[in-house]
């Protein structure tokens, strides 16, 4: 609905259509039909369209199809007009590596105590179809465009504390076969961990430092370990926890390691390394 009371309905895939409403809401105006309003090809759209006003600038939305093969991407175009012509704009938010099983993307944007924020989806527990909503706060530049922002773990919020505990479910980054899942009706854990699987979250906040981390495990068949690395996984060594193999029933256990000197806020890395298919799982980590 545009600020003159005009309704647009718009819909399509690979390319968008969009027509006006007629007064009665429920019928198109099909004389203002438009069959291609963009593509495709030229500005990647594959599904999802959500259009927005600001500043005299509409800005519309889509899963954008022109990264890893796949529609990870929000993308947008903008025009000063509700049905184009449309300039493509780029990418807002990337949601690739959220998940082993991530297939697309879908969005908006909305504003909030002045503060606007590009709200999208990632895919979890290694599923195309299973899916969790975040946001990130957004940045618009004089011109209008919009700075393309990281996919974190800290969302809307500032950067998780290193001193509070960190749940396993906060990963925004996936790399391997590692992925999110249940353990419990009320929990989530890294699973299926494969030998130099990594895990990311972004971002935590050192502050003046820590002393040691520990995490909550439960362990494999055999020995293992963690890497724990700030801002890249052959970035700066924080700690290495060591995980013992399971002796009988495999049960969750604490596990720890001194630290080495970080302060400051940074992308936190575990790289996990160990023998089998699946090597440990991971419940929690915390620094203190």
């Not at 099909?30 to 259009?51: K, P, Q, W, Y």
């Not at 130099?196 to 495990?217: E, H, I, N, T």
């Not at 439960?218 to 890249?232: H, L, R």
């Not at 936190?268 to 980590?285: H, N, P, R, Y």
């Amino acid at each position: 609905m545009d600020e003159d009371g005009q309704a647009y309905y718009i819909w399509g895939q690979f390319s968008v259509k969009m027509a006006r409403m007629n007064p009665d809401m429920r019928t198109l105006d099909l004389s203002t039909l438009n069959e291609c309003v963009i593509n495709e090809r030229d500005h990647f759209f594959h599904e999802g369209a959500h259009m927005v006003k600001r500043n005299g600038i509409y800005y519309l939305l889509y899963a954008h199809l022109g990264r890893a093969d796949m529609p990870t991407c929000i993308g947008y175009c903008t025009s000063r007009s509700p049905m184009g012509p449309f300039e493509y704009g780029g990418v807002i938010v990337d949601n690739d590596h959220c998940d082993p099983g991530n297939w697309n993307n879908h969005g908006s944007l909305m504003e909030f105590g002045g503060q606007w924020y590009v709200f999208y989806h990632r895919a979890t527990h290694n599923s195309k179809m299973m899916r969790k909503a975040c946001m990130e706060p957004i940045f618009f530049n004089e011109d209008g465009s919009i700075d393309e922002v990281p996919m974190t773990s800290q969302g809307a919020g500032p950067p998780l504390k290193a001193d509070s505990r960190i749940p396993a479910e906060r990963a925004c980054l996936l790399f391997g076969n590692v992925r999110i899942q249940m353990c419990a009706a009320d929990n989530e854990e890294l699973g299926e961990i494969r030998n130099q699987d990594k895990a990311v979250f972004k971002y935590v906040d050192f502050g003046r430092g820590v002393d040691s981390v520990f995490a909550r495990v439960k362990p494999g068949a055999f020995k293992g370990g963690i890497s724990v690395k700030a801002d890249m996984p052959w970035g700066l060594p924080i700690g290495y926890i060591e995980v013992p193999e399971a002796r009988g029933e495999k049960n969750w256990v604490e596990v720890s390691s001194a630290t080495g000197n970080v302060e400051g806020v940074h992308a936190l890395w575990l790289v996990f390394d160990g023998s089998g298919e699946e090597l440990f799982k991971v419940d929690w980590i915390e620094f203190r």
